[in-house]
């Protein structure tokens, strides 16, 4: 009886909470969704992702007062990495301002699968930078969806190459063993086709391992491993998998100089929490680590230190951050490059996407930016929506990532003719006649 | 006062045996499913049909399949989520090998894959219960997405094993609008939830609850085990597999294998313990409030952090959230260990006497 009149109670509590809150942004920002991740067990490298994206905005109403006196104003929705929280999450953000969330970085290759059909819908472009679905560097098919800078292929092609050139060539290639140890998800799966493409090109042998999600338990894969005998290992990790293949590797007795992972897998959460297991790991990286550049001095002195964020000092300068502060300038660009064409106001989604299609940061404009160095140039057009495909190797010595290689690309001809193989059949599946979209 | 049944008589069997013999369950019924056919679609925005809705009627209807195997069939089982994978798979494959296939037949047709699958691992049932049931059918959630990943046919060969929906069309016409897709899955689900309720009231129901009850006794009084068993696997994941279809096609749009994991599957079985084990209408509370609640606390959340200008650690509501969800959830179980539909029982049994209990 009581506990009947406890529930009831339990359940109007409840109900009054759930009252639903929409508040409209404040009129004439430019407003930003950010579908972004802290919990759950990538949340160590959404929230340094996140934090450099967030501290970037700061830095330009601060800074520059806005992007040419239009304010930025943001929300940041949790996804936990789940794809149908990342659905919700952008539901969520489309309604929250008259022009639409600017641009979705979803930071998760699932995430932005589960968006492709949707933003296109709502005319929101979708950019993912360094991940996401490679074949969508076609942007006669996906005009709505920005691989930014690298892809998947290129990474894959050009850790081939780096390994080749640590072998004394191509052809020194052939009868070697070469392991990918990957994610088991859509993420880990992406590299597979170039993969073998290249393992029949150059004649090496190919052994693909999965790990399933998390990748805290790697035992079993490493006895594969080490039965195979691979002469290298390729570590498509994410999360805690990469520092779990680090030190399962040691354990092991496998040289950690003679693995390389992708940029997901090269982040100082990953070789930190491998404690000394990690030194001599190489990673591919879309970015270099690192305070040395006059925008992260800048944002220092007119954020963190002003106390508009609360950023932790030691992630400030590592891989993730500052390729969150990237991600945050490629977006802020778009908005600038729309505007030089249609006018200082908040820009909508469909004049967004033009921005990016447009988008031209060159090693001048870089440097101006004070990016120089950190980031390659890139430059989108409608038939290439990915950008340059440079990648810089970098090692981690036992204390910092240092730059092992110069801005390094892939086999970029294998690489477009399976982008265009691959888009043309997504296209015939889902009934997309190709072709760039007007100017809005 | 309200809701009293007195000097309702019933006089033929037809009105004895109907659905809802009371005219207030009847009334309130309509009300309800007029408001969902006539005032929601006006009502709702966007974010309402894909967010919250047309999810929350997908898992319902997940829920209710798996409540029709564990509730009232008493065969524990962990394997949903895959069922709705072969759903989901098996409706994209319809759609894009055979020419011109219809939409709701693939549907369908996804749903009797499911269902055959959903048979051959309930194989196990016929020699094992209880707990070392739900780890044979553990095997179906590791074996099934493993398989529709390592076999490239199931996706078409698409490079990361991801499948995309194709667009939605009946007769010539697309489904492409939130709304229309709300309306569609809201049918099927209508539906489905209408034939469920008449299945366990129907012979083969009976038959269910006299295995889940005691099988012994059930297999004494010439109740089939094997076949009823069996039956209860097969309708169970087919009402998974046409979810599966659905989230495919309505919701999300993409589907990767491997996003059907044991989460979800714990999800779908946390929803029916909620909602109440052996309910209907559980089914249907259960999905709405392990979906919909975790939304909620967020904008709650959300907006008192807003209104009082709170300037949290980012992810800390989302922490809160969290804490504040396994909180209702523990309440919940404790005051009421059957589930929020005994509960709405419980309100009914003291609806008919108020406002004079005694």
């Known amino acids: ?440 | 006062m309200l809701y009293r049944e007195a000097g309702q008589f019933k006089t033929s069997y037809a009105a004895d045996q109907q659905l809802l013999p009371i005219r207030q369950d009847r009334v309130a019924l309509i009300v309800l499913l007029a408001i969902a056919y006539l005032a929601v679609p006006v009502v709702a925005n966007d974010y309402w049909f894909n967010a919250i809705l047309i999810p929350f009627l997908v898992f319902a209807l997940a829920a209710l399949g798996l409540n029709i195997l564990t509730g009232y069939a008493g065969q524990l089982s962990l394997g949903s989520a895959a069922f709705m994978a072969v759903g989901a798979v098996a409706a994209y494959n319809f759609e894009l090998r055979v020419p011109g296939m219809p939409l709701l037949a693939s549907f369908a047709l996804a749903g009797l894959c499911a269902a055959a699958v959903g048979v051959l691992f309930g194989l196990p049932s016929l020699r094992i219960k209880g707990f070392y049931l739900a780890v044979a059918t553990l095997a179906a959630q590791f074996f099934i997405p493993w398989l529709l990943v390592k076999v490239g046919w199931f996706s078409n060969y698409s490079s990361s094993g991801v499948i995309t929906a194709q667009p939605m069309q009946i007769v010539g016409y697309v489904f492409e609008q939130p709304v229309e897709k709300y309306l569609l899955v809201l049918t099927v689900v209508a539906l489905m939830a209408l034939a469920a309720k008449n299945m366990v009231r129907s012979a083969v129901g009976r038959s269910w609850m006299a295995v889940r009850d005691m099988d012994v006794a059930a297999a004494v009084i010439g109740i089939p085990i094997m076949r009823t068993k069996l039956v209860a696997f097969a309708v169970s994941s087919f009402y998974c597999g046409v979810a599966g279809a659905l989230y495919a096609y309505a919701y999300v749009g993409t589907v990767q294998p491997e996003d059907l994991n044991l989460d979800m599957s714990f999800r779908i079985l946390f929803m029916i313990i909620i909602g109440g084990i052996g309910s209907i209408l559980g089914s249907f509370l259960g999905a709405a409030f392990i979906t919909l609640l975790p939304i909620f606390l967020e904008s709650a959340l959300h907006a008192i952090t807003q209104q009082f200008g709170l300037d949290l650690v980012p992810g800390m509501t989302s922490m809160v959230q969290l804490l504040v969800f396994g909180g209702l959830i523990i309440f919940f179980l404790i005051v009421e260990p059957n589930g929020l539909a005994r509960l709405w029982q419980i309100t009914k049994e003291k609806l008919r006497l108020w406002p004079f209990p005694h």
Request: with cysteine.
């Open chain 1, 1 to 440: 009886m009581k506990n009947t009149r406890l529930t009831i109670i339990g359940l109007l509590l409840a109900a009054a909470l759930l009252a639903p809150a929409t508040h409209a942004q404040q009129a004439g920002t430019q407003f930003i969704g950010i579908t972004g991740y802290r919990v759950g067990p990538y949340g160590a490298n959404g929230a340094a992702f996140f934090s450099g994206f967030i501290d970037y905005l700061h830095l330009v109403n601060e800074r520059d007062g806005g992007v040419n006196g239009v304010k930025l104003s943001w929300e940041e929705c949790e996804t936990e990495y789940n794809n149908t929280k990342g659905v919700e999450c952008y539901e969520r953000l489309k309604t929250r301002s008259a022009t639409g969330p600017t641009a979705i970085h979803p930071m998760s290759t699932g995430i932005t699968y589960a968006l492709i059909d949707k933003t296109a819908a709502d005319r929101i472009p979708l950019i993912s930078f360094g991940y996401g679905r490679t074949d969508s560097v076609d942007g006669r098919v996906f005009p709505w969806l920005f691989p930014l800078v690298s892809n998947y292929w290129d990474a894959a092609t050009a850790i081939v190459k780096f390994i080749a050139d640590r072998e004394g060539g191509e052809a020194r290639l052939a009868r070697k063993k070469i392991v990918l140890l990957y994610h088991d998800s859509a993420y880990g799966k992406e590299p597979h086709p170039v993969l073998e493409a290249e393992a029949k090109k150059l004649r090496f042998e190919l052994k693909m391992i999965p790990v399933p999600h998390p990748g805290n338990e790697q035992q079993a894969q490493w006895l594969q491993i080490r039965q195979f005998r691979p002469d290298w290992v390729i570590v498509w990790g994410w999360g805690v998998m990469t520092a779990t293949s680090l030190s399962t590797a040691q354990k092991m007795g496998f040289p950690r100089d003679r693995m390389v992972g992708n940029w997901w897998a090269g982040s100082e959460i990953d070789t930190e929490a491998a404690g000394g297991a990690a030194a001599g790991y190489y990673a591919a990286s879309l970015n270099l680590a690192g305070r040395d550049f006059p925008v992260v001095r800048d944002v220092q002195k007119h954020v963190l230190d002003k106390g508009k964020s609360q950023t932790p000092a030691k992630t400030v300068g590592s891989v993730l951050w500052n390729r969150g502060l990237a991600a945050a300038m490629m977006t802020v660009e778009a908005v600038r490059t729309a505007q030089a064409k249609l006018g200082k106001k908040p820009m909508t989604g469909a004049q967004v996407r033009w921005g990016i299609e447009n988008l031209d940061i060159d090693a001048k404009r870089l440097n101006q930016l004070g990016f120089g160095g950190m980031v390659p140039p890139l430059e989108v057009s409608c038939t290439d929506h990915g950008g340059s495909g440079l990648v810089r190797f970098q090692q981690w010595d036992g204390r910092q990532w240092k730059a092992a290689s110069e801005w390094v690309s892939g086999d970029r001809a294998l690489v477009r003719r399976m982008v265009e193989d691959s888009a043309a059949k997504y296209a015939a599946e889902k009934g997309i006649r190709p072709g760039c979209l007007a100017a809005p």
